[in-house]
T-cell receptor, first 112, second 113 residues
Framework: QKEVEQNSGPLSVPEGAIASLNCTYSDRGSQSFFWYRQYSGKSPELIMFIYSNGDKEDGRFTAQLNKASQYVSLLIRDSQPSDSATYLCAGGENTGFQKLVFGTGTRLLVSP | EPEVTQTPSHQVTQMGQEVILRCVPISNHLYFYWYRQILGQKVEFLVSFYNNEISEKSEIFDDQFSVERPDGSNFTLKIRSTKLEDSAMYFC???????????FGPGTRLTVL
């Protein structure tokens, strides 16, 4: 059974701080990883994807992947109250169809 | 910016009734998906569709479910005889290529009474 594990939170950080969200996965066949943001009652919105070991930066967001440890993380710098949402980690196989296996999500609360 | 659209936004139905959830994927996308999310739970894969056929389906996607791409734009999910436990948000997603990322529609909230 392929699993993606996340701490459900909530993770509370003050405005301007760095939020660190973590995810582990059980399937070594997973090759690509995605971070989606989901506001309550809304659909998942893609934040970042990462395929290779190491760091990938996009604006205030940095994704980190360590395939040996089966660990993915998302750092959000200069957190804003509008970043308050549930962050979903998803893993995909390296095939064309690439269904996504989602974690339960971590709820992030950024206080002003 | 192109978006995946879904209709209706909310569907209420009686147990045992058939429902059809509709999706219009982004126009040049080739891979199509349905996921569902029961309230408070994780997003779960239901089915993927490529080249006019199902490429993979989950254990959830039993004989009560079917998908169709009736024309060049729509992608539908049919539930033949709804159960109470089918109540969930249903998300359609699409992507262009094998290494592309999936883009999600806004979802249809299905309530089975």
């Amino acid at each position: 059974q392929k699993e993606v594990e996340q701490n459900s939170g909530p993770l509370s950080v003050p405005e301007g701080a760095i939020a660190s969200l973590n995810c582990t996965y059980s399937d070594r066949g997973s090759q690509s990883f995605f971070w989606y943001r989901q506001y309550s009652g809304k659909s998942p919105e893609l934040i970042m994807f990462i395929y290779s070991n190491g760091d990938k930066e996009d604006g205030r967001f940095t994704a980190q992947l360590n395939k040996a440890s089966q660990y993915v993380s998302l750092l959000i710098r200069d957190s804003q109250p509008s970043d308050s949402a549930t962050y979903l980690c998803a893993g995909g196989e390296n095939t064309g169809f690439q269904k996504l296996v989602f974690g339960t999500g971590t709820r992030l609360l950024v206080s002003p | 910016e192109p978006e995946v659209t879904q209709t209706p936004s909310h569907q209420v139905t009686q147990m045992g009734q058939e429902v059809i959830l509709r999706c219009v994927p982004i126009s040049n996308h080739l891979y199509f998906y349905w996921y569902r999310q029961i309230l408070g739970q994780k997003v779960e894969f239901l089915v993927s569709f490529y080249n006019n056929e199902i490429s993979e389906k989950s254990e959830i996607f039993d004989d009560q479910f079917s998908v169709e791409r009736p024309d060049g734009s729509n992608f539908t999910l049919k539930i033949r005889s709804t159960k109470l436990e089918d109540s969930a948000m249903y998300f359609c997603a699409s992507k262009w290529g094998s290494t592309d990322t999936q883009y999600f529609g806004p979802g249809t909230r299905l309530t089975v009474l």
